[in-house]
């Protein structure tokens, strides 16, 4: 599917100069540089527009490759406890350390992560610079204004991707003669002012309907805004602008924003951009890139060699996340850690063999979500089949038994989702969510309880109401995963909408909360609804450093260090992995930039504490 709506690469804005001496002349010097426009093609507004689209195509992360990946899934959902890495030991072996906290600064997919997000600031950079130079006769205020608000906007994106990574870092605005890795701009303050102050501009200077699909308009800004705040405790500031997204936000087409009806149709290719699609990197197949504007960061994660992708076996849930789904008698979650004990734990099918006939699925109550987040054997793989087990999984000794499947397509939906134009089928047009409304939710929430808990205002009935919102969607029945198996050939669509043509595939029971005692309790709800809610979607790990939930010290019971300890009675990698408070709530500044960063010997970066 060709969406063709922003996501088209400039090739000409980013060229790299090559240095060859075709003469001794000093005219030599005079000549324009290989690949380069002049100025009058590039100072003009269609230039400055065609800048801002290189700058959103930045979003996606590194090009063609996963592991300077914006998604997350291996800084945010691998550390953070939602997943294993999956596959053996040996393919993308630099993610076994990052997991298991030993990785060093010399490791490759840290100093990816930092060239894709700080080229993603450049060509921000660069937009704002070609409208500085703009003359009124060549654009209008008001159309200089949105340009520069939307860059503005995504300078703000690709900062806060370092920020939550790194803590200390560079903040490079439009004022710095900007070449990669020569820029030289120390890490000796904190950035949090300036990356508010750029989604601030957004916010209070985009429209909020009126823009084509993929564009940021001010509820995104605000929900960034927002999500900034939240991320600096500054509880008040936030529920302000999240009040605001929740009484009028709407998408860049117009619509209100709501929760989609079916908690699974957030992930289909079809619903892109519907009303809970706040903001997200617009993926993108047959237009002619040969897969460039595609979703390539999530290629490896597909059950191995089998259903969709056709390949890798990577990002495998972990035990600790299929057992968060239990329910109680109430349909309420075990927010204790009691879902790890050997009475509630999920029935898998770890070590068991694909023939042998003495397995069945889990009996116990479920929230839902499991079931469209994990894929577990006994129970269907939308329409690929059911689930088979081991033979479905590259390694169970190494990524245990279980398979990734929220961002899974449907059989009957390969020939739209994906176009063949690479080494597997997994290269998909279904896009990158940043932010859903969910997520606006469960931060209102979170702020109201924060702020009883402060004494400085807030509601826990709000706070219960926002909760209750999202899992009411999840109790919805005709978003249950069906016990029947379609065979790719029928009509996916009218499989989903026949929500009395089977039995559920599992005992789903949830239900809403019926009060918050206190803010405590509230909090431990709310962040457990998080955990159930974007499970597989990259967040985990940023979260639990945010709520200092790391370890015990934090007060929670559900906590990494715990996760780790579980997953060592599981799998044998874990065993022993040791999460250090102060130093791991960080990665290290990756080795390759500190290097590039020397004058007379002395870089102007700061290597983070205890590395």
Known sequence: ???????????????????????????????????????????????????????????????????????????????????????DAGDQSDINSIANFTATSTNSYFNAKWITNYDGINRANSTIKILDKLEPSDISDADKTTLRAEARFLRGFFHFEVKKMWNMVPYVDEKIDYLLGNFKVPNDRDIWADIEADFKFGYDNLAGSGMAAGRANKWAAGAFLAKAYIFQRKFAEAKTVLDAIIAEGTTPGGARYGLMDRFHDNFEMKNDNNKESVFAYQASINDGSGGNNANFDEILNWPYNNGPGGCCGFFQPSFELANSYRTDGTGLPLLDRSYNSSGEQLRDDMGIAVDDPGFTPDAGNLDPRIDWTIGRRGIPYLDWGTHPGSSWVRLQSNGGPYSPKKHAYAKADESSVTDGSSWT????????????????????????????????????????????????????????????????????????????????????????YPSFPDATYALRAIHFEHKLEFGMEGHRFFDLVRWDETTSAGGNPVNLQAYLDYEGTRLGIYKGVTFVRGKHDYYPLPQNQIDLEQTGGVSALNQNPGY
């Not at 700058?55 to 998604?71: E, H, R």
């Not at 209102?444 to 969607?473: I, Q």
Request: aromatic share 10%; glycine share 10%; net charge neutral.
């Open 425 to 512: 089928k997994g290269l998909t047009g279904i896009n990158v969510q940043f932010i859903r409304y969910a997520q606006v939710l469960l931060w209102a929430a979170e702020a109201e309880a924060e702020l009883v808990k402060a004494g400085t205002g807030g509601s826990l009935e709000k706070a219960r109401e926002y909760v209750n919102m999202v899992r009411a969607r999840a109790a919805n029945p005709a978003g249950f995963v069906k016990a029947s198996v379609q065979d790719g050939k029928s009509d996916w669509d009218a499989y989903l909408d026949a929500t009395v043509a089977s039995q559920p595939a599992a005992k789903y029971v949830v239900a809403e």
């Open 1 to 87: 599917m060709n969406k063709n709506i922003i996501i088209k690469t400039i090739a000409w804005m980013f060229p790299v100069a090559l240095m060859v001496a075709y003469s001794c002349e000093d005219s030599f010097l005079e000549q324009p540089q290989k690949g380069a426009l002049g100025d009058e093609l590039v100072i003009t507004k269609k230039g400055a527009e065609q800048s801002l689209i290189g700058a959103y195509a930045a979003l996606k992360g590194n090009q063609g490759n996963y592991n300077g990946s914006n998604t997350g899934w291996v800084f945010g959902s691998i550390v953070g406890g939602d997943a294993h890495k999956g596959s």
